[in-house]
T-cell receptor, first 114, second 111 residues
Framework: EPEVTQTPSHQVTQMGQEVILRCVPI?????FYWYRQILGQKVEFLVS????????KSEIFDDQFSVERPDGSNFTLKIRSTKLEDSAMYFC????????????FGQGTRLTVV | DAKTTQPTSMDCAEGRAANLPCNHS???????VYWYRQIHSQGPQYIIH???NNETNEMASLIITEDRKSSTLILPHATLRDTAVYYC????????????FGAGTQVVVTP
């Protein structure tokens, strides 16, 4: 069964450093997403991406964050100058379309900012 | 703001049916009801979705009331592996895939 793959599974970084979280969506999917979940809290939408541009983003997704699809398979989330409050589980997801189709989530990257 | 209301938690005996209620009284005509679950901080997993008709797949059944203001997810024969947080999400079909997760229902399946 096809799956969304995320690397690394756990990343520890120092406050102020930049991190890149990587995702390989399902190959025939066209829509890509990042969500995050702070420990003990709800899963929060960050951004959706289609046709090489951001379709929608939440208030959380400020200038500190950026997304990119550098090649035909990878989808990345970059966090510049990480803060302690960026510590969370980050989930990548993909879907065939943005309309009424199921989203497949990866297993997540646990980001710890120290 | 949450568009759905779910019980915080519920227990279910292994092998029995689990019936998970969800209220979505402000649902609009073009909004679908989606169910996802999250097993112990893993990535959310899609279960089922529907607009107004009842739906069934290999995982579960979804019963939507005629007025669409509430729905019930049915896990026909709960197993220990069904222990998870279950999210009922109202999703506008024309949005860019943005799922708004609430707190969900923590379901514990006991032997």
């Amino acid at each position: 069964e096809p799956e969304v793959t995320q690397t690394p599974s756990h990343q520890v970084t120092q406050m102020g450093q930049e991190v890149i979280l990587r995702c390989v969506p399902i190959s025939n999917h066209l829509y890509f997403y990042w969500y995050r979940q702070i420990l003990g809290q709800k899963v929060e939408f960050l951004v959706s991406f289609y046709n090489n541009e951001i379709s929608e983003k939440s208030e959380i997704f400020d200038d500190q964050f950026s997304v990119e699809r550098p090649d035909g398979s990878n989808f990345t989330l970059k966090i510049r100058s990480t803060k302690l409050e960026d510590s969370a589980m980050y989930f990548c997801a993909s879907s065939e379309s943005g309309f009424r189709t199921e989203a497949f989530f990866g297993q997540g990257t646990r980001l710890t900012v120290v | 703001d949450a568009k759905t209301t779910q019980p915080t938690s519920m227990d279910c005996a292994e092998g029995r049916a689990a019936n998970l209620p969800c209220n979505h009284s402000t649902i609009s005509g073009n909004e679908y009801v989606y169910w996802y679950r999250q097993i112990h901080s893993q990535g959310p997993q899609y279960i089922i979705h529907g607009l107004k008709n009842n739906e069934t797949n290999e995982m579960a059944s979804l019963i939507i009331t005629e007025d669409r203001k509430s729905s019930t997810l049915i896990l026909p024969h709960a197993t220990l592996r069904d222990t998870a947080v279950y999210y009922c999400i109202v999703f506008e079909g024309d949005s860019w895939g943005k799922l708004q997760f609430g707190a969900g229902t923590q379901v514990v399946v006991t032997p």
